[in-house]
């Protein structure tokens, strides 16, 4: 249903460019209604992904053991571009799941890591303790969620953790102004 | 006021992570999709787009070996045999300005960054099946038109050549900045 046939395709061309249009593809799965039988689509997937929110835990869990499995085999065996792949893709994904998962200064924290693995310059020289604390600190806060994500405490983690984070980056990027605008950059998702 | 036929679209969701992928069909289902084609990285993606022609397409950025900005690089091919004019819905963790950038120069249609909601998600595939835009064709890019607003008094350097306003050279503030030294 997709694809129009060439024939509808209408392109306008100028100098530098062309302008391609053609029939909205997807017109007939639009239906006007009235506002009284409007359903709640919305609504409705949000009850589904409720529904879905007892396996969060455990999907938190298989998340958070990938990234510290990640992290043993760098202390381990030392960087490589697959295993720094593998921890940044680890972190990314807890930094993209956690909040929906029900961990959202789990996912803060995620991201300062991301931040640390994508602009330090020499990832061989960062402080194994910069690792280690967002690393503990999302552990943490997933094993006693009970107590520790509800309460302020965890937010003020996840704020120190950039901090410091940022801090590092700030000074080892001192010379690298593509990566300083970067990091100083705000994040388009809006705070919560 | 519209309502999306859901039934009668076709999705093909790309994901490494089987969480999202998860929550992604719940989310689809739940708006009344049924056809909701799954693929765990790039290459596979682009073999299920091939064979079931999906209406949208919804990808991950960071995936292992064939990542979502490649896909999407990919589906834009204006030769192509197969249908390079599908709405990419980009749903990802990275929520930097410039990522936006990149992504919306690789062909990307809409972006939605994580967490994923259930409201942001039905916003992005109301935008692209009720308000599609043109496509751009030039030697560097081919895709939906990144120009989301017309501003006919806009008159600066990265307006287009031949329509109703040439391009007029201006200096960069960079530029008056280092000429006023």
């Not at chain 1, 680890?90 to 998962?101: L, P, R, V």
């Not at chain 1, 704020?159 to 410091?164: E, G, N, S």
């Not at chain 2, 599609?132 to 006919?152: E, V």
């Amino acid at each position: 249903m997709a694809k129009n046939s060439a024939r509808d395709i209408e392109v306008k061309a100028f100098a530098t460019h062309q302008v391609i249009t053609q029939p909205n593809p997807l017109r007939k799965v639009l239906r006007r209604v009235e506002e009284k039988d409007m359903d709640d689509p919305v609504g409705r997937a949000e009850q589904a992904l409720a529904g879905l929110s007892g396996e969060f835990k455990d999907w938190m869990t298989t998340e958070i053991n990938r990234l510290s499995a990640a992290y043993v085999a760098i202390r381990n065996e030392g960087f490589t571009k697959d295993r720094r792949d593998e921890l940044f893709l680890a972190a990314h994904d807890i930094k993209g799941d956690a909040a929906t998962f029900g961990f959202p200064a789990a996912a803060g924290i995620a991201e300062s890591l991301c931040r640390v693995i994508e602009h330090a310059p020499d990832l061989e020289r960062v402080p194994a303790e910069l690792f280690t604390h967002h690393i503990n600190a999302i552990l943490a806060i997933v094993h006693d969620n009970t107590r520790l994500d509800s309460l302020t405490v965890s937010a003020e983690l996840n704020r120190r953790l950039r901090k410091v984070a940022d801090e590092y980056l700030a000074h080892v990027n001192r010379d690298r102004p593509e990566h300083l605008e970067a990091i100083l950059a705000p994040s388009i998702v809006p705070a919560e | 006021m519209f309502r999306i036929d859901f039934n009668k679209l076709r999705f093909l969701i790309c994901d490494d992570n089987p969480h999202m992928r998860r929550i992604l069909r719940t989310l689809l289902h739940s708006f009344g999709a049924r056809e909701v084609y799954e693929a765990e990285d790039g290459a596979t993606a682009l073999e299920m787009y091939s064979h079931y022609v999906p209406d949208i397409v919804i990808t991950d950025w960071a995936m292992p070996i064939f990542d979502g900005l490649e896909l999407a690089q990919m589906i834009r091919q204006p030769e192509s045999k197969g249908n390079p004019y599908a709405p990419i819905i980009m749903l990802t963790g990275h929520s930097e300005k410039r990522r936006v950038t990149v992504a919306r120069d690789a062909g990307v249609t809409e972006f939605l960054a994580k967490p994923i909601s259930a409201k942001g998600l039905y916003q992005r595939i109301l935008n692209v099946v009720a308000s599609p835009r043109p496509f751009i064709k030039t030697k560097a890019y081919f895709g939906p038109d990144r120009r989301r607003n017309t501003n006919s008094a806009y008159m600066g350097p990265e307006r287009r050549v031949g329509e109703k306003h040439e391009v007029l050279q201006q200096p960069s503030l960079l530029d008056k900045a280092r000429s006023s030294i």
